[in-house]
């Protein structure tokens, strides 16, 4: 269904067609750079989609899944603390050797980006499926920034 042809709540839409086929690539991409352990979705519905191709991803790579978490501290309205929160709570380990993939909303994801390197507001917006990668460093309370990778990108690293 186009967007445009959504009557529901924006919460409820799900990708398009075209978004989708987008997703996928860029997920496929995305195993080229960084091979997530834990995948945590905002569990709003394109968000579940796009889990859903990275799951497919691995699939088609021949890779053993991540495991899957929800939380509604993607969700659009979602803050640096919440997910901090959400983190010691339910993800206590996090920071040793784990590769988590958050997959939310904006503006929630810039905010989240931009308190874990250390900023009180953010300097990038995310694209529909790009990532970035962070890196804790020692302490756990701030990252460094390993990569921004728009979208675009993402799907021609995928071929």
């Known amino acids: 269904m186009e967007s445009a042809q959504w009557q529901g709540p924006d919460d409820d ?12 690539l860029a ?3 995305m195993l080229t750079i960084v091979q997530p352990t834990i995948v945590v979705a905002s569990g ?6 796009t889990a859903d191709a990275v799951y497919e991803a691995f699939s088609a790579r021949g890779l053993p899944p991540p495991h899957r978490r929800k939380t509604t501290a993607l ?21 040793s050797g784990k590769i988590l993939l958050a997959i939310g909303h ?5 905010l989240i980006v931009a308190g874990h390197l250390g900023l009180t507001e953010p300097v990038f917006k995310f694209k529909k499926s790009g990532i970035a990668v962070v890196r804790p460093r020692q302490t756990l309370d ?9 979208p675009k990108m993402l799907r021609g690293m995928s071929l």
């Open 13 to 24: 839409r799900p990708l398009t067609r075209a978004g989708e086929k987008k997703t996928r």
């Open 27 to 29: 997920a496929m991409g």
């Open 44 to 49: 709003l519905k394109r968000a579940e989609q």
């Open 75 to 95: 969700h659009h309205s979602g803050t640096y603390s919440g997910w901090k929160k959400y983190l010691k709570d339910e993800i206590p380990d996090h920071g």
């Open 106 to 110: 904006e503006p929630s994801l810039s």
């Open 142 to 150: 701030t990252c460094e920034l390993v990569a921004f990778v728009p």
